[in-house]
T-cell receptor
Framework: KAGVTQTPRYLIKTRGQQVTLSCSPI?????VSWYQQTPGQGLQFLFE???????NKGNFPGRFSGRQFSNSRSEMNVSTLELGDSALYLC?????????????FGQGTRLTVV | GENVEQHPSTLSVQEGDSAVIKCTYS??????FPWYKQELGKGPQLIID???NVGEKKDQRIAVTLNKTAKHFSLHITETQPEDSAVYFC??????????WGAGTKLIIKP
């Protein structure tokens, strides 16, 4: 069974630009969550999508948005990039079926804003 | 909202010794208590979890203990090995399975 796939693995963008990151969950997983990870800040929850609907949202500005497609693949978009957006962005998928709550993470996309 | 704290932030132990990481939380509605391990260059991976109706759970060298009254749970690793070096996260969850992540504990195993 293929794991969670995130593309691209690395990105370098300039301040003011926008970026789109992609996440393909494990087959059959309908929940996809996005996290921002920076040194010293741990994992900060961005949002969660379940069956194409945003179910939960963290405390991030509106520049951060996401969506989920009917095949459960998800994208997150960051507009008007700032230097502070440089981070590792992680995607996790879950089934939330039969009490299963394990989150399976991808390897992440390393975003550098210059 | 839920407030989660992990201690210590860094833990250095001699190979073969035990390591204990503690996680405190504030939301009494939390009923799911997992621990994740993140190795360099990888995403976090679930290593053990416990639900609120159980006080302790073991899986080989790893155990998790829960004290719901005091609102804390701990990760115990015995007979530590070099491959245990990683960052460990607690992430207590509520009935909606919304996980709130701790800041992480860097575990260093000294040879």
């Amino acid at each position: 069974k293929a794991g969670v796939t995130q593309t691209p693995r690395y990105l370098i963008k300039t301040r003011g630009q926008q970026v789109t990151l992609s996440c393909s969950p494990i087959s059959g997983h309908r929940s996809v969550s996005w996290y921002q990870q920076t040194p010293g800040q741990g994992l900060q929850f961005l949002f969660e999508y379940f069956s194409e609907t945003q179910r939960n949202k963290g405390n991030f500005p509106g520049r951060f948005s996401g969506r989920q497609f009917s095949n459960s693949r998800s994208e997150m978009n960051v507009s008007t990039l700032e230097l502070g957006d440089s981070a590792l962005y992680l995607c996790a998928s879950s089934t939330f079926r039969e009490g299963s709550t394990e989150a399976f993470f991808g390897q992440g996309t390393r975003l550098t804003v210059v | 909202g839920e407030n989660v704290e992990q201690h210590p932030s860094t833990l250095s132990v001699q190979e073969g010794d035990s390591a204990v990481i503690k996680c405190t939380y504030s939301d009494s509605a939390s009923n799911y208590f997992p621990w994740y391990k993140q190795e360099l260059g990888k995403g976090p991976q679930l290593i053990i979890d416990i639900r609120s109706n159980v006080g302790e759970k073991k899986d080989q060298r790893i155990a998790v203990t829960l004290n719901k009254t005091a609102k804390h749970f701990s990760l115990h690793i015995t007979e530590t090995q070099p491959e245990d070096s990683a960052v460990y996260f607690c992430a207590p969850g509520d009935s909606n399975y919304q996980l709130i992540w701790g800041a992480g504990t860097k575990l260093i195993i000294k040879p």
